[in-house]
């Protein structure tokens, strides 16, 4: 494995030559091939071969990153259109992103950006101090990378995070979470908060739907709150796919045991895109019985996602009830918390970032 983001083997300059630096978290093999160690791919790539991500390329034996500093996409978002509920409520955050990702979601929304192994890379050159600057001139107290999946533009990640760090500013991932246990605490170490997309709680799924493995996932949620991460899980309810009360219950009882009853958990409704749009949406009813099948569980904080002026879009206290804060689509209307973060009411200490 290497672990420089130095430029001493950068090929000769090109068109892309800004965004191109060796990459972390690979291993040289014989014949000039590598083994990228990012994710659990593992793709062994022999040269001029790109990963499963599409942005990872062997030259010559060396391991590059081809989207350092290369955005894709750039925009002010509520920080509850990640969505992060317990993460400074009613603040934006700068939501960058890179091209490509590292699974094949049947379901993706932004494919035009992730999937890009058989086109060009698109994207401008903003470095990570421009990013910061960019954040720090909007008044906006973190950076979010998302979109596309953070991990696989690990060395751009790194890089801005700890760039932001330095500024006072907080970072979030909003991530797919598959990603090799060495990388991850590497590539997670200087967040403040994760929010991990679990698409489902089979095997099944993640083989046939998405092109990965469910398992991986898990042992990212698990390290990421061994790691004293700020985590929250978003599940897509897809019908007929995933959302069987037997897997819900298994989903929470699961989360329960191994992450805790706060870590909150975002059920989301299913609109038809990309490869599924034979699918209906999620039905309301579904949404509520799986909030009704985790609260059953324990689980203190559970929420559904794409149903605007829905009450379970609201923080109440699981304690005594009380409403802390209230949410219209993407916007925070209301927060209500005594300058510790707990309840007004009853005093209960609500987990989260509540304060800048």
């Known amino acids: 494995m290497t672990d420089s983001n130095q430029t001493d083997h950068q090929p000769a300059a090109s068109?892309?030559?800004r965004f191109v630096r060796e990459a972390r978290f690979f291993k040289p093999l014989a014949n000039h091939k590598v083994r990228c160690q990012l994710c659990p791919h593992v793709c062994v790539l022999a040269p001029q071969e790109l990963g499963h991500c599409g942005v990872r390329q062997n030259r010559a034996g060396i391991l590059y990153t081809l989207v350092h500093s290369r955005v894709c996409a750039a925009h002010l978002d509520p920080i509850e259109k990640?969505?992060?509920f317990h993460f400074l409520p009613g603040t934006q955050a700068l939501s960058i992103a890179t091209?490509?990702?590292n699974v094949n979601c049947k379901f993706c929304?932004?494919?035009?950006?992730a999937h890009v192994k058989t086109g060009p890379i698109g994207g401008e050159y903003v470095p990570p101090e421009r990013i910061v600057q960019i954040a720090l001139d909007a008044n906006t107290p973190s950076i979010a990378f998302t979109y596309t999946e953070p991990t696989i533009f690990a060395e751009f990640l790194i890089d801005t995070a700890d760039a932001a760090r330095d500024a006072g500013l907080r970072t979030v991932a909003i991530s797919n979470g598959y990603i090799q246990p060495e990388p991850l605490?590497?590539?997670f170490a200087p967040l403040d908060a994760v929010k991990i997309d679990l698409k489902a709680f089979t095997q099944s799924f993640y083989r046939d739907v998405v092109g990965a493995s469910l398992q991986p996932i898990l042992n990212t949620l698990v390290t990421l709150r061994s790691l004293d991460k700020w985590v929250e899980i978003v599940y897509l309810l897809i019908p007929t796919l995933n959302d069987s009360e037997a897997e819900l219950r298994a989903l929470a009882q699961w989360i329960h045991a191994n992450l805790g009853p706060?870590?909150?958990l975002h059920f989301t409704r299913f609109h038809p895109d990309h490869q599924m749009r034979h699918l209906p949406a999620t039905p309301l009813e579904t949404l509520e019985l799986a909030r009704q099948?985790?609260?059953a569980e324990g689980l203190h904080y559970v929420y559904i996602g794409n149903v605007p002026g829905h009450p379970a879009q609201n923080t109440w206290c699981p304690s005594c009830g009380k409403l802390l804060v209230e949410r219209?689509?993407?916007a925070a209307t209301g927060v209500l918390f005594t300058p510790t973060g707990a309840c007004p009411a009853c005093q209960l200490p609500i987990p989260g970032f509540w304060h800048g």
């Open 262 to 264: 706060d870590v909150p």
């Open 82 to 84: 990640k969505p992060l």
């Open 15 to 17: 068109p892309d030559a």
């Open 99 to 101: 091209a490509g990702c």
């Open 185 to 187: 605490r590497a590539v």
């Open 293 to 295: 099948i985790a609260l």
């Open 109 to 113: 929304q932004n494919a035009e950006l």
């Open 328 to 330: 219209v689509g993407f």
